[in-house]
């Protein structure tokens, strides 16, 4: 398998081009474009100034026998590639490539995929200053900046990299324009430009365009592999993948699920498989993670960890890419060792098949965290790294069938919560958490003794105050579960919720600097129309006002109605005496928040002995809360 390197220097307008006639290709196991625009811009001041920006490099290959698949430059237009005879595969450099491509054609498309529209704009004063950084500016396409360097473009003050959309006169010019006019027609452009705008730089003609040529001669060096005819496709996969890993491991971060590609491409590619393919199908294949997947709550590295969980391995990046390449090899044949089998006894047949298990435990992990323990958005989830310990458990709940495996599960869950297991250490303790809780269902372990089935000793709602932190969440999650019914109607919860104070905040009420006034303990599920009749009214304004005769109208029981908020008989006196005028009031609220903290710390205990839960009929919404 003859291997040769050669070395060569990519003139910008050449390299534009050849990425437009999809002669410069993706192998489709690369990322995406993860670039942003400040990314961009910093890259446009590198060739403005003339540096050096690195070294690309390609792999020569026959179209017509490509080694892998391969994608177009990201916003190249989709179309059919015209007869090639020679074509490049891009190993390292896509995206500096994809970026440069970007801002010389301004294409109506985000930066990156799923960020905003960008223009690039080259300032003509910073830049004859030599204040490069200054000079080369990114804005959003129609914000006012883009509009005010439109207008300064209109009056020969800047250049866009790219073309700008809608009617212009002739003579304004880009400076993708400069960069593909042949010979000498780039200074006749410019000349044109700056007399038909009335530049203030038009006398400075000459050194303006000088400036230029840092920019319009810019040549980019890359490296140029090849092999011999007739080398097979998997020989060629298998020398380029550890390239690509290690070139690309020293540029732009690499993810978990970018080196996976990488390392498994070889032996998933022969049976016609690509990871990230996979990942981009699971909206569709899992309609479940189409929501958290898009919330980017669920996240490709995710599928990894569990795969590597349930099939004996560690979740660390460190082993987890080798221990998952030795099970792909069993999986696909590559290697000797036949199924892979999981803690849990069940053993894979295929990479499609460890893939779906996978990917089906993650999606009944979300539903579970949503429906049946309360987390009614991904905003208000404990901790987001507890579905991966989480999905691979349900796998040995589901495949071995053990009695009490569900609630032993759940029995972890609320554990993990309100034990504040997964602050820090998170691999270790998923990992920890996985083959102990897993010994204890097959019943090849004891209780773990960190599951001791009570509260906490010490636990202090009052002074829980942050909305992110996990027992903030946990609390809400509750008061989910109880079920957070409409206040003033008694009717059941709305899909979109709120939290908002019971005690409301203002300058002028008595306990509005009370300590306790963030606390969780003050807190509650409000759909918008009841937020809104509460407003900033006194609880006894409310509670008399609103919630009794609501409730009158409808017939439902106020007691009831506050019970689902966990806010006890004693609680919901206190809250219908709650006014600014009591000489008493800061006591009354003191003792709503002392009266609620028992209804919390009640429920939590219920929780933590371990009961099967009430499961809902909720399921997840989506939309704006």
């Given at each position: ?12 307008p050449?390299?534009?081009?050849r990425?437009?006639?999809y002669?410069?290709?993706i192998p ?6 993860v670039w942003?625009p ?24 026959n ?9 177009a430059?990201y916003?190249?237009?989709?179309s ?14 896509q ?42 500016v ?13 207008d ?31 010979g ?10 700056l ?14 365009f ?14 140029v ?18 390239v ?47 929501g958290?997947i898009?919330?980017?709550?669920v ?5 990894l ?21 030795g ?11 036949g ?8 053993s ?9 298990e ?29 579905i ?37 250490s ?15 269902i097959?019943?090849?372990g004891?209780k ?17 105050v ?14 989910a ?7 003033v ?51 006894s ?10 409730h ?36 009354i ?9 028992k209804d ?5 205990a219920k ?8 499961i809902?009929t909720?399921r ?6």
């Amino acid at each position: 398998m003859p291997l040769t390197k050669g070395h060569t220097r990519l003139r910008l307008p050449d390299l534009l081009s050849r990425v437009s006639s999809y002669e410069f290709l993706i192998p489709e196991f690369q990322r995406d474009l993860v670039w942003k625009p400040e990314q961009v811009r910093e890259l446009l001041v590198s060739l403005v100034r003339g540096d050096f920006a690195g070294v690309i490099l390609l792999l020569e290959f026959n179209p017509t026998s490509p080694p892998f698949h391969h994608k177009a430059v990201y916003a190249v237009p989709s179309s059919p590639p015209p007869p090639l005879t020679h074509a490049y595969s891009v190993l390292d450099g896509q995206q500096r490539i994809s970026a440069l491509y970007y801002a010389f054609h301004h294409p109506n498309l985000p930066l990156p995929p799923k960020g905003k529209v960008v223009r690039f704009f080259l300032k003509l004063d910073p830049f004859l200053k030599g204040d490069f950084d200054e000079a080369v500016v990114v804005e959003r396409n129609g914000s006012p900046g883009f509009k005010d360097l439109v207008d300064e473009w209109y009056r020969g003050k800047a250049l866009p990299f790219g073309p700008v959309s809608g009617p212009h006169p002739p003579h304004l010019i880009t400076l993708y324009d400069l960069l593909m006019a042949p010979g000498p027609s780039a200074g006749s452009l410019l000349d044109a430009y700056l007399s038909g705008t009335s530049s203030p730089y038009a006398p400075s003609f000459g050194k303006l365009f000088g400036s230029l040529n840092s920019l319009l001669h810019y040549d980019l060096d890359a490296v140029v592999l090849s092999f011999s005819p007739g080398t097979g496709s998997s020989a060629i996969v298998s020398a380029i993948s550890p390239v690509f890993v290690n070139v690309n491991s020293k540029g732009t971060k690499l993810t978990l699920f970018d080196l996976a590609v990488a390392h498994l491409f070889p032996l998933l590619h022969p049976i016609g498989l690509n990871l990230r393919s996979l990942w981009n199908r699971l909206p569709t294949t899992h309609p479940g993670l189409a929501g958290p997947i898009s919330k980017d709550f669920v996240e490709p590295d995710d599928i990894l960890r569990v795969m590597a969980m349930i099939t004996g391995g560690s979740v660390k990046k460190a082993t987890l890419l080798n221990h998952l390449h030795g099970v792909v090899s069993r999986l696909t044949g590559a290697s000797p060792g036949g199924p892979v089998t999981s803690p849990a006894d069940h053993s894979f047949s295929s990479f499609l098949d460890l893939w779906d298990e996978a990917a089906s435990c993650l999606e009944e992990a979300y539903e579970r965290i949503v429906k049946d323990y309360g987390a009614l958005g991904p905003e208000w989830i404990p901790y987001g790294a507890m579905i991966v310990p989480l999905a691979a458990l349900i796998h040995v709940e589901r495949r071995s069938g053990a009695p009490g495996a569900r609630d032993k599960v759940d029995c972890w869950y609320w554990h993990s919560v309100f034990y504040e297991r997964y602050e820090k250490s998170v691999d270790t303790t998923a990992m920890a958490d996985f083959r102990a809780v897993t010994s204890w269902i097959l019943g090849r372990g004891g209780k773990p003794s960190w599951l001791p089935g009570s509260v906490p000793p010490g636990m202090d709602f009052k002074t829980v105050v942050d909305r992110k932190s996990a027992l903030y969440s946990g609390v809400l999650n509750l008061i989910a579960l109880a079920g957070a019914r409409n206040l003033v109607y008694g009717s059941p919860r709305g899909s979109s919720l709120q939290i908002d104070h019971l005690f409301p905040k203002g300058r002028s009420k008595p306990w509005a600097t009370h300590p306790w006034m963030e606390s969780v303990l003050n807190a509650t599920l409000l759909d918008e129309s009841t937020n809104k009749a509460k407003g900033k009214k006194d609880p006894s304004d409310f509670y008399h006002a609103d919630v009794l005769p609501g409730h009158g109208k409808t017939g439902a029981s106020v007691r009831a109605t506050f019970g689902s908020h966990l806010i006890s008989p004693a609680a919901e006196s206190s809250f219908a005496h709650g006014s600014s005028g009591a000489p008493n009031s800061v006591a009354i609220f003191e003792d709503f928040i002392r009266e609620r903290e028992k209804d919390v710390l009640a429920e939590i205990a219920k929780k933590l002995k371990c009961q099967p839960l009430i499961i809902s009929t909720w399921r997840p919404h989506f939309g704006s809360s």
